[in-house]
């Protein structure tokens, strides 16, 4: 059964902090890793990673995988307020159809 | 990005009535949709995938007959909760895939169910 393990669980900082999110996986087959920001409704699409070592940006937002360790971290530079939300990692296998196995979450807040 | 739209943003409902959830994609044909479950401070589940012309696929312990999934066309697919229980209360998403090759979800804006 595929798993993703979001850490950690919650964070609290405050304006202008670096934030370090990780997700580990174990699946059988890895396709793609997805980070998702997730306020009050629906899950909005930050990035899709396939390959190990290279690193996507976007804004203050970057992210990157090891497929070796099977990991992958999402950092967020210079934290604002709208930074708050639940970062969600998700992993989709080979012949899965694009189904995507979802972690925990990582709930962050971020403290003017 | 690709555009989902789901119906009703929230809904109450009382027991034992049934309840439709629409999910269209907007701008693109939706091959296959994902309807999941959320409850609060907790992470999607995923509960069945719904294929176009063909019946869902539903995960382990979703009941196929109280979550019924519909999926007549390439833009529409709809989940009804059947005699609905207080404990079906949830934030029920959807999401579009464009087919294979093509891993990211565009999801819904998510319903929220109260059943009283």
């Known amino acids: 059964e595929d798993k993703v393990v979001q850490s950690p669980l919650s964070l609290v900082v405050h304006e202008g902090d670096t934030v370090t999110l990780n997700c580990s996986y174990e699946v059988t087959n890895f396709r793609s890793l997805l980070w998702y920001k997730q306020e009050k409704k629906a899950p909005t699409f930050l990035f899709m990673l396939?390959?190990?070592?290279i690193e996507k940006k976007s804004g203050r937002l970057s992210s990157i995988l090891d497929k070796k360790e099977l990991f992958s971290i999402l950092n967020i530079t210079a934290t604002q307020t709208g930074d708050s939300a639940v970062y969600l990692c998700?992993?989709?296998?080979?012949?899965?159809?694009?189904?995507?196995?979802f972690g925990g979450g990582t709930r962050v807040l971020v403290k003017p | 990005g690709a555009v989902v739209s789901q119906h009703p943003s929230r809904v109450i409902c009382k027991s034992g009535t049934s309840v439709k959830i629409e999910c269209r994609s907007l701008?693109?044909?939706?091959?296959?949709m994902f309807w999941y479950r959320q409850f609060p401070k907790q992470s999607l589940m995923l509960m069945a995938t719904?294929?176009?012309?063909?019946?869902?696929?539903?995960e382990q312990g979703v009941e196929k007959d109280k979550f019924l999934i519909n999926h007549a066309s390439l833009t529409l697919s709809t989940l009804t909760v059947t005699s609905a229980h207080p404990e079906d209360s949830s934030f029920y998403i959807c999401s579009g895939s464009l087919g294979r090759g093509k891993t990211e979800a565009f999801f819904g804006q998510g319903t929220r169910l109260t059943v009283v």
């Open positions: 998700a992993v989709e296998a080979l012949a899965a159809g694009n189904k995507l196995t």
């Open positions: 396939t390959s190990s070592g």
């Open positions: 719904s294929n176009e012309g063909s019946k869902a696929t539903y």
């Open positions: 701008d693109f044909q939706a091959t296959t």
